[in-house]
Structures are given as structure tokens and as C-alpha cells.
């Protein structure tokens, strides 16, 4: 690209004023929300883009606050926000709060509410980690899949939920995994629509042979890619089966789509395969708004709020910085600007900085805070060149 259109675009990216929701919530959460928020002000500082940035209240901070998991005026500002950043929630502080109130029903609404029906869970390898995941270098290096979840249906929102007590000394839990016809298309959508722009492979992970919403789901995906996405390729695995081959020889995948529990128990195991849970980010996504074509987003690292490490400045901000990335790139128009970032982890990854959780041999040990200030430094350097 050639100066003058450079200077074009960051005019452009100047004039429009982006709104950013921060939650960073419990745990880390804050200590990591604290990196990706250095970057946010380099941005507003060398006028490359300018953020208006709130902040609010979630999980057990906003229980501690009024008395729920989230308040009616923060889901307000992330629905009218351009991406909202999510740290982590929860931590062994709540344990004995109501189960409506617990620190998870604050992300769960806010998934719920702004109908953030696509989580994308990308899983890469840097290079320089490649030692670092507990599987053999060979089966890791190179790594690049992406997970699509379903993320507001399925089991964890299905009615009825409850535990009735039988009478006879037995209790009984129930949980229902529902799904209907347009959810599994639109999430099939999108997983066969970033299919396009990769590897052009999706694999569709269900349990058909023993869940009717896995008949359906088979069924559902292979509708929509004869009838869409033909040149796409397209494979069927058993969930159990794709965890398994997930450790055996991930590379065999690119795009994985999932209900929202299967979903959530790979993303584990696939973020894993990068080196350190602390390494993945993840975006979740509403529907295309008629008029603007602007979704709802939410952007979250993986990991949880890792109570035993808060507050000991050891938390690895990588993954939180990652979906900073995330955002720029899906909600903010500055996917440029989002390939610098990931090039600025893996060069300072690359140079030997470490978190504890990544630490090896040789390496330089860090803490959250210098990590995020040898990625801003790195970013700075290349980006602003
Ligand atoms: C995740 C988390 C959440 C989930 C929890 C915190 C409710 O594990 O985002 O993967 O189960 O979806
Ligand atoms: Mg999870």
C-alpha cells in the first residue's frame, strides 16, 4: 500500500469514533484487561483510531456491587457498544451465591441477551511455543484451526433446567439440549462462510448416534452446504471422535463447527494444543444488523479468572490481547491493524519473553505487565513504521 493511501485510511479510521464496553470482571480478569487497554490508548494516542471506552461491572464484582451477575444498565451499554471486551468471571469468593446470580450468569446473559450465536475459538501454534504444548512438537507446530461454537442454544440454555426433588430420598436434575432448524444453519453459515476465506475444510462435530439434536444438526449442515457452500469441503465426525483427533493429529482440521457444550469442552482441549490456555482468544458474534451490517461482539480470552494466580501479576495477557485483536478485525475495520498485533506476540514470543505458564529452558520469565509492554513496544516499532 503506498503513503498516500495509508494516510487515507488512518483518516478514515480517525473520523469514526468506535465505542469499547470493558468488562474485565474477576480474577485476572482486570490484571489482563489492564494490557489489552495499553494498546487501546496507543491507538487513541497516535490517532490511528479513536476509542471511547466505558467501563462496567460483571460476575462476582457486579454481584458484590448489586446483587447480580450483571445490571440491566451494563447489558445496555454492550448492546450499544461497537465490541465489548470480556475478561474472566467467577472465582471461590461466590461459591455460595444463588445459582441465578452466580458470576457465569453474567457472560451467559450477555451471550443470551446480545444473541451472540457464533463463538469463533481460534487455535494457533506460534512457532516459538511449539515446545510448550504438552503434545510432541511435530503434532503442534504449524497448528491454525478455528472452533465455531454454538453459543446461545443447546444445553445451556434449554428448559426445562431444574433439580425436583423426587420425595423418596432421590433428587433428579434435568438439562435439555434443544436445538431448532435455524440456529444450527446460521452457525453452519458461519463456519462454512470462514471456511472460505481459509483452508476451504469444515468439520461438523455432533453425536448423532445417540442424540436426536445430533440427527438434526447432521442433517441441518448437510442441507446447507449442498444447498450454499458445494465448494466447500465438508466432513461429519462423532464429538467424542473429534476430541480424539484432536490430540492424535489436529492439523488434520480447519474450521470445526460444534453445538455449544461439544463446543466448549474441544476449545479446551484444542487451546491446549497451543501451549498454555492462557494463549486463546475468542470472538462471539450476533447477526449482520439489516441496515449497518454491524454484529454484536463479544471478545474474551478462554481462560477463566484463574483465582489462584490473581493478583500475583503472573497472569499471561496474550490471549486477552489476541481478542483485542479479534475485535479490530471483525468489529472494528482494522484487520490490519489486527495482523500487527498477532505479529507482535508471536515477535515477542519469538525474542524469549515468557509468562510463567509458558516459561521454559532459557527463556526470560516476565510478568502480565512487561508482557503487554514488550508487545505494545514491538507493535509500536513495527506497526506505526
Ligand atoms: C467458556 C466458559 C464458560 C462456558 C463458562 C465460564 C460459563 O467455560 O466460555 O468456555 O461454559 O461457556
Ligand atoms: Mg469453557
Given at each position: 500500500m503506498d503513503d498516500l493511501l495509508d494516510a487515507h485510511v488512518k483518516d478514515a479510521y480517525r473520523m469514526t469514533t468506535h465505542k469499547l464496553f470493558l468488562l474485565p470482571g474477576d480474577g485476572i480478569g482486570a490484571e489482563v484487561m489492564a494490557e489489552a487497554t495499553k494498546l487501546i490508548n496507543w491507538f487513541n494516542q497516535t490517532g490511528i483510531a479513536a476509542f471511547e471506552i466505558e467501563q462496567g461491572l460483571v460476575g462476582g464484582s457486579a454481584y458484590d456491587a448489586h446483587?447480580?451477575?450483571?445490571c440491566d444498565a451494563d447489558v445496555a451499554l454492550a448492546q450499544s457498544a461497537d465490541a465489548v471486551l470480556f475478561g474472566a468471571v467467577g472465582g471461590p469468593k461466590w461459591d455460595g451465591v444463588p445459582y441465578d446470580k452466580r458470576p457465569e450468569a453474567g457472560l451467559l446473559r450477555l451471550r443470551k441477551d446480545l444473541e451472540l450465536f457464533a463463538n469463533l475459538r481460534p487455535a494457533i501454534c506460534y512457532p516459538a511455543l511449539a515446545d510448550g504444548s504438552s503434545l510432541k512438537r511435530e503434532i503442534v507446530e504449524g497448528l491454525d484451526l478455528l472452533i465455531v461454537r454454538e453459543l446461545?442454544?443447546?444445553?445451556?440454555?434449554?428448559?426445562?433446567?431444574e433439580i425436583t426433588d423426587l420425595g423418596n430420598g432421590q433428587k433428579r436434575a434435568i438439562d435439555t439440549q434443544i436445538y431448532d432448524t435455524y440456529e444450527i444453519e446460521r452457525a453452519a453459515r458461519v463456519a462454512f462462510d470462514l471456511a472460505r476465506t481459509r483452508r476451504n475444510k469444515v468439520s461438523s462435530a455432533e453425536k448423532r448416534n445417540v442424540m436426536k439434536s445430533g440427527v438434526l444438526w447432521n442433517e441441518v449442515v448437510t442441507r446447507v452446504h449442498a444447498e450454499e457452500y458445494p465448494d466447500v469441503e465438508l466432513e461429519h465426525v462423532l464429538a467424542d471422535n473429534c476430541g480424539m483427533q484432536l490430540v492424535r493429529n489436529p492439523k488434520q482440521y480447519d474450521v470445526i463447527v460444534t453445538d455449544n457444550l461439544f463446543g466448549d469442552v474441544l476449545s479446551d482441549v484444542a487451546a491446549m494444543l497451543t501451549g498454555s490456555l492462557g494463549m486463546l482468544p475468542s470472538a462471539s458474534l450476533g447477526a449482520p444488523d439489516e441496515k449497518t451490517g454491524r454484529r454484536k461482539s463479544l471478545y474474551e480470552p478462554v481462560?477463566?479468572?484463574?483465582p489462584d494466580i490473581a493478583g500475583t501479576g503472573k497472569a499471561n495477557p496474550i490471549a486477552m490481547i489476541a481478542s483485542l485483536a479479534m475485535a479490530l478485525r471483525y468489529s472494528l475495520n482494522m484487520g490490519e491493524w489486527a495482523d500487527q498485533v498477532e505479529a507482535a506476540i508471536g515477535a515477542v514470543l519469538a525474542q524469549g519473553f515468557r509468562t510463567p505458564d509458558l516459561m521454559d529452558d532459557g527463556m526470560k520469565e516476565v510478568g502480565t505487565s512487561e508482557m503487554g509492554d514488550h508487545i505494545l513496544a514491538e507493535l509500536a516499532e513495527t506497526g506505526a513504521a
Open positions: 446483587g447480580e451477575a450483571i446461545t442454544g443447546g444445553v445451556y440454555f434449554g428448559e426445562p433446567k481462560h477463566g479468572s484463574a
